[in-house]
């Protein structure tokens, strides 16, 4: 049963704290990214990645951390660098090239 | 600068009627267009996309239509049903570049009513 698993759903961290929000993919597809979505707004690319050990910075890069050790994988770190990191967080994947790509069910972060 | 726009916020729709969601945007780049519906808490799924070489593509229930002169394309589902009720996102991309380079609209927030 392919697809992309984000976890956690929810996630609750104090301000200065960095996190790590989860990624998986058993699609075998090659690009990954990562959307942030804030209320009325469109979703903005954060990093994205087309092959492993490789990763480029989206529109608003600052204040995030990205890895792609696995093809698998492309976990998101919201550091403390980030001044509004409440927000929900999307990753996406896709086969290079192709135009549609498929989302995860998102992760909530809230910052108290 | 908001490239693609969804100037409406909300929709509400009776149950068995037509609903049309409308997209615009700025960029002559754009040459390929996709719509997503999105419910509450969850990722978007795709829904039906549209090339800049066609001006209509229809699946089922949902048809797009796209006016290259005007940059305006729009979403109609007919028949609507309660299970529409979702946030439905615009997005456009030139078509080369990847998926890096789409680009979405705020979203029209679809109410259907039984």
């Known amino acids: 049963d392919g697809g992309i698993t984000q976890s956690p759903k929810y996630l609750f961290r104090k301000e200065g704290q960095n996190v790590t929000l989860s990624c998986e993919q058993n699609?075998?597809?090659?690009?990954m990214y990562w959307y942030r979505q804030d209320p009325g707004q469109g979703l903005r690319l954060i990093y994205y990645?087309?092959?492993?050990?490789?990763?480029q910075k989206g529109d608003i890069a600052e204040g995030y951390s990205v890895s792609r050790e696995k093809k698998e994988s492309f976990p998101l770190t919201v550091t403390s660098a980030q001044k509004n990191p409440t927000a929900f967080y999307l990753c996406?994947?896709?086969?290079?090239?192709?135009?549609?790509?498929?989302f995860g069910q998102g992760t909530r972060l809230t910052v108290v | 600068d908001q490239q693609v726009k969804q100037n409406s916020p909300s929709l509400s729709v009776q149950e068995g009627r037509i609903s049309i969601l409308n997209c615009d945007y700025t960029?002559?780049?754009?040459?390929?267009f996709l719509w997503y519906k999105k419910y509450p808490a969850e990722g978007p799924t795709f829904l039906i996309s549209?090339?800049?070489?066609?001006d209509k593509n229809e699946d089922g229930r949902f048809t797009v239509f796209l006016n290259k002169s005007a940059k305006h394309l729009s979403l109609h589902i007919v028949p609507s049903q309660p299970g529409d009720s979702a946030v439905y996102f615009c997005?456009?991309?030139?078509?080369?570049?990847?998926?890096?380079?789409?680009?979405f609209g705020t979203g029209t927030k679809l109410q259907v009513i039984p």
């Open positions: 549209i090339s800049s070489i066609k």
């Open positions: 699609l075998n597809h090659d690009a």
């Open positions: 997005a456009a991309a030139p078509n080369s570049g990847g998926y890096q380079k789409v680009t």
């Open positions: 996406a994947s896709n086969v290079r090239g192709v135009t549609e790509a498929f």
């Open positions: 960029n002559s780049m754009f040459d390929y």
């Open positions: 990645s087309q092959i492993v050990n490789d990763f």
